[in-house]
């Protein structure tokens, strides 16, 4: 196993950590005493995870450390942290009373990535050939969700989080509507007939 991959397991190990961290402050709240060491702890566990990303994606870049485990675990423990945010932060309150992911939202996410999981089975299943890199909306998807988990977890401005969560809806949605697209002119153009 390469040194990126074991920074890549590090990030998987850390998400149960920022879950139970989370939680645990969010019931402290509940219980009308907020022990912000566990929010600050949640914190650091959650952009040490997100900075782990950078990092195993440069090592394995410049020191030719790809591989295919790493190229099936990497995607998996980004998405892992990611929903492990949303849904963790929409059972919990981080602040006053509604200050949580909307659960919306949360099913929103939750109901894309289940579309597009889908659509790469059937895909798959139809033996086409599927580029697994991800597309330019999905990554202003992603940088969307994470703007609005942050903006519950920092707290640094008093504006309902329904707001950063409302903008990150748009763009997850969108970028659904882009791999379905992607899928469907895929299974248009292949010779499902004559499979390779």
């Not at 995607?75 to 949580?100: C, E, F, M, N, Q």
């Not at 033996?127 to 640094?156: E, Y």
Request: proline share 4%; hydrophobic share 55%.
């Amino acid at each position: 196993m390469t040194f990126a991959s074991k920074i890549t397991l590090g990030r998987l190990m850390m998400v149960p950590v920022f879950a139970v961290l989370a939680i645990y402050y969010g019931n402290s709240i509940k219980e009308g005493r907020a022990q912000e060491f566990l929010r600050i702890a949640a914190l650091v566990v959650f952009v040490l995870a997100s900075a782990s990303d950078a990092i195993d994606g440069f090592i394995a870049k410049y020191f030719n450390q790809r591989s295919a485990f790493g190229a099936i675990i990497d995607p998996i423990a980004d998405k892992s942290l990611l929903l492990t945010g949303i849904i963790t932060l929409s059972l919990v309150d981080w602040g006053s009373a509604g200050w949580r992911i909307p659960l919306w939202f949360t099913a929103l996410v939750i109901v894309r990535d289940c579309v597009i999981l889908g659509g790469i089975g059937i895909l798959w299943y139809c033996k086409v050939q599927v580029n697994i890199d991800p597309h330019w909306s999905g990554k202003v998807c992603t940088f969307a969700q994470m703007f609005a988990l942050g903006w519950v977890m920092l707290r640094f401005v008093v504006i309902d989080p329904i707001f950063p969560c409302a903008l990150a809806a748009f763009f997850t949605v969108w970028s659904g509507v882009a791999y379905f697209r992607q899928g469907w002119k895929l299974l248009q153009t292949a010779d499902l007939h004559h499979p390779n």
